[in-house]
């Protein structure tokens, strides 16, 4: 049973179509997350959400839109994708301070 | 600007020789060290982890040795083995809850057999 699953692993899409990553973790934590990483492996943090409530809403432009749900579940919607959205989109749960749990990722191609 | 730095950018290791990744920080509210490792196409995994009040933890093959002082943590990878080619991660977070995990640029391992 996979404890933290995103879908889909794959997104291929033209610019300025609208997608959107759906992650779900059956651990029981309270805290989820999106990272992002670009093509140089480095892990960049973009939402962070407490029991369907936003904690952390670092500088990412308003086009991704974060929904949580419920404590389970952790949406990922972006707008009017561009080329500079391309980059392997990770969530993750937190068990404690630093102890994450992250799914597979999800690879967006904007073209 | 990166509050975690990692060297180097990758490293080639024979197999059952040492790796070393160093890590620099500078926000001293940092109070939980720990190394994640990521294989190709799978998302990052917690490999160990270190507080500042001891100043070194082993598990198994991997070291973490930490130097408060100097803000620095390094990760040790003895008797390297293939199995561990990996990109490694160091991260740093503050104690307070909801505080953000902020990662180092990443190390490619590569342990030739």
């Known amino acids: 049973d996979t404890a933290v699953s995103q879908t889909p692993k794959y997104l291929v899409t033209q610019m300025g179509n609208d997608k959107s990553i759906k992650c779900e973790q059956n651990?029981?934590?309270?805290?989820m997350y999106w990272y992002k990483q670009d093509s140089k492996k480095f892990l960049k943090i973009m939402f962070s959400?407490?029991?369907?409530?936003?904690?952390i809403n670092e500088t990412v432009p308003n086009r991704f839109s974060p929904k949580s749900p419920d404590k389970a579940h952790l949406n990922l919607h972006i707008n009017s994708l561009e080329l500079g959205d391309s980059a392997v989109y990770f969530c993750?749960?937190?068990?404690?301070?630093?102890?994450?749990?992250f799914g597979e990722g999800s690879r967006l191609t904007v073209l | 600007q990166q509050q975690v730095k990692q060297s180097p950018q990758s490293l080639i290791v024979q197999k059952g020789g040492i790796s070393i990744i160093n890590c620099a920080y500078e926000?001293?509210?940092?109070?939980?060290f720990p190394w994640y490792q990521q294989f190709p196409g799978k998302g990052p995994a917690l490999l160990i982890a270190?507080?500042?009040?001891?100043s070194e933890k082993k598990e198994g093959r991997f070291t973490i040795s930490f130097n408060k002082s100097a803000k620095q943590f390094s990760l040790h990878i003895m008797d390297s083995q293939p199995g561990d080619s990996a990109t490694y991660f160091c991260?740093?977070?503050?104690?307070?809850?909801?505080?953000?995990?902020?990662f180092g640029g990443g190390t490619r391992v590569l342990v030739k057999p």
């Open positions: 993750a749960s937190r068990r404690t301070a630093g102890e994450l749990f």
């Open positions: 651990l029981g934590h309270d805290t």
């Open positions: 959400y407490n029991n369907k409530e936003l904690i």
């Open positions: 926000n001293t509210a940092f109070d939980y």
């Open positions: 270190i507080r500042p009040d001891v």
């Open positions: 991260a740093a977070t503050p104690k307070a809850a909801g505080n953000k995990l902020t």
